[in-house]
């Protein structure tokens, strides 16, 4: 899977529509300081299902959209789009029957985000799942954030285990089987009601 493009509409300071074209090879994006350049990184991590405002830097997942400047005024949603090269069929099962995928994430003022891939509405945990199994999720440890470098030398044991299952591509699981488990649980407790109910039958 290969990201090919990267659309921005009032998302942080990108309040008009940006295209960001991503050629195979090596991306540099250069610019003076305040321009922009990490909120297009935080933008692909949001459109991968980012669930962490502080991870946007923000307060509030609200606080990605456009706040307004001197001249233009806030906005009410903010959009991301990251098209993907899926001609090699490399992307998960669900995802793999087109040439190309396009991924969208969309938050509005005081409903929240929804998720479209190809133009079908899908679920966080759909598209979060997509990415988490292509080991290139939002908390992949091929993006990395400022300051995160400092982060990981000074991180536990534990935090460090997952960045390698991030690595491995074996985060989706480790979800799927904290869903099982979960899962487990409630079925049990199920259980102990209906041997409740039974003893007050019997
Ligand atoms: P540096 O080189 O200093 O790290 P940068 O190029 O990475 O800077 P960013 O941190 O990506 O720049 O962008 C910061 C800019 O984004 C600031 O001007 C800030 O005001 C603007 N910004 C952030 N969130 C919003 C928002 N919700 N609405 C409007 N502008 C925003």
Redesign the pocket.
């Known amino acids: 899977m290969r990201f090919t493009k990267l659309r921005l509409t009032g998302f942080?300071?990108f309040?008009d529509p940006t295209d960001l074209m991503i050629a195979e090879g090596l991306t540099g994006v250069v610019?003076?300081?305040?321009?922009?350049?990490?909120?297009?990184l935080?933008a692909l991590r949001w459109v991968m299902g980012e669930t962490r405002a502080k991870a946007m830097?923000?307060s509030g997942m609200e606080?990605?959209?456009?706040?307004?400047?001197g001249s233009r005024p806030?906005r009410n949603f903010a959009e991301v789009s990251l098209h993907i090269d899926n001609s090699e069929r490399l992307a998960p099962a669900g995802f793999n029957d087109s040439d190309t995928l396009e991924i969208v994430r969309r938050i509005t003022r005081d409903v929240g985000s929804a998720y479209k891939t190809n133009g079908k509405d899908v679920r966080a945990r759909d598209v979060q799942m997509l990415f988490a199994d292509a080991s290139t999720g939002a908390h992949s440890p091929s993006l990395v954030r400022?300051g995160q470098i400092a982060e990981l030398i000074n991180a536990k044991p534990k935090s460090r285990r997952r960045i390698l299952e991030e690595a491995a591509g074996i985060s989706g699981l480790y979800q799927r089987r904290h869903e099982a488990e979960l899962k487990l649980r409630a079925t049990e407790t199920n259980l102990t009601r209906v041997d409740d109910v039974l003893e007050q039958l019997a």
């Not at 003076?32 to 909120?39: A, L, Q």
Request: glycine share 20%; hydrophobic share 30%; proline share 4%.
């Open positions: 942080k300071s309040v610019g003076p300081n305040g321009c922009g350049k990490s909120n297009l935080e830097r923000g606080d990605v959209i456009f706040a307004g400047s806030a400022q």
